[in-house]
């Protein structure tokens, strides 16, 4: 049975979340939610959670799981949120627990992966409603990298983007441009037909924003890992290339919040919430 796939693009943040099901009444699985988050004036908002939120009753479907491919550091997750709407199992990859131990000195111990229902363990299989799913472990720009494989599709996360951007960062806490390199490489080496759902684009020139390409387009024209390209040619070209990026504008808030699958931090005293901001720490 092949998933049927829709997407959802964040403009702000340049997300794409995706809801997977077989059909109209179906078990479904939400992957990589973004709730919005206006870092000037602290507010949180559901404007793109209440669009999944509509999809999912037009179509009658019922959620099973909330997805994240990794502790995003660009948004803040909606899983929260959606699963007090919808229900559902919120899961990431049981590298995580490595991701939180990094952040601890920043942000505090989160104890025992509070939030996440599931730790998926590399190559764990799963369902939704019909369809079956592998959760294969990816990792290089984080330790906790997962990408999702439904039949013929395969939700890759941030270990690659569209082919003319290239591929993700490795220099945050745990990340390897090698092992990166490493993980790219047992996707690639899927039939080429094999459709690869991004979770970004930063889409060059005049571009319109996409999402979907094949390990065949990938391999050929990948400016990063297209064939041909060794493992020390990438990792030397991929470190070189970190060290001229500024940090991602949400952070701060995105990892305190998404190392506890999204919650947010509790209300102090006076009934309002704070985020941490360490100063002079990265």
């Not at 479907?61 to 948004?75: I, N, P, S």
């Not at 939030?115 to 799913?133: M, N, S, T």
């Not at 500024?246 to 305190?256: D, G, S, V």
Request: with cysteine; charged share 15%.
């Amino acid at each position: 049975m092949q998933a049927q796939i829709q997407a959802f693009f964040d403009d702000a943040t340049a997300t794409i979340t995706y809801v997977v099901f077989a059909g109209p009444g179906t078990p479904c699985a939400i992957i990589d939610p973004v709730l919005d988050f206006d870092s000037r004036s602290g507010r949180t908002a559901t404007t793109s959670a209440d669009r999944i939120i509509d999809f999912v009753r037009a179509n009658a479907l019922k959620v099973a799981w909330l997805l994240e491919t990794h502790a995003h550091a660009d948004h803040l997750s909606a899983a929260p949120y959606l699963a007090a709407q919808l229900g559902g199992r919120t899961g990431i990859g049981a590298g995580i627990r490595t991701v939180q131990k990094a952040f601890s000195a920043l942000f505090g111990d989160p104890g025992d992966t509070t939030g996440f229902d599931h730790l998926f363990a590399p190559d764990e299989r799963f369902a939704i409603g019909d369809l079956q799913v592998c959760a294969l472990h990816v990792p290089g720009h984080t330790p906790a990298d997962m990408a999702y494989a439904v039949g013929d599709a395969i939700f890759v996360g941030d270990t690659l983007f569209m082919p003319d951007v290239g591929t993700a960062r490795c220099d945050f806490p745990g990340g390897s441009a090698a092992q990166l390199y490493r993980s790219v490489q047992r996707l690639l080496a899927l039939p080429p037909a094999t459709r690869l759902f991004m979770c970004h684009d930063y889409p060059p020139g005049a571009r319109a924003p996409a999402w979907q390409s094949t390990v065949a387009e990938q391999r050929a024209h990948n400016i990063h890992v297209h064939d041909g390209v060794s493992e020390a040619d990438f990792a030397a070209m991929r470190n070189a290339r970190d060290t001229t990026l500024a940090m991602p504008t949400l952070i701060l808030p995105a990892i305190q919040v998404n190392l506890r699958a999204g919650e947010l931090p509790p209300p102090e005293a006076n009934g309002v919430r704070y985020l941490k901001i360490p100063l002079n720490a990265l």
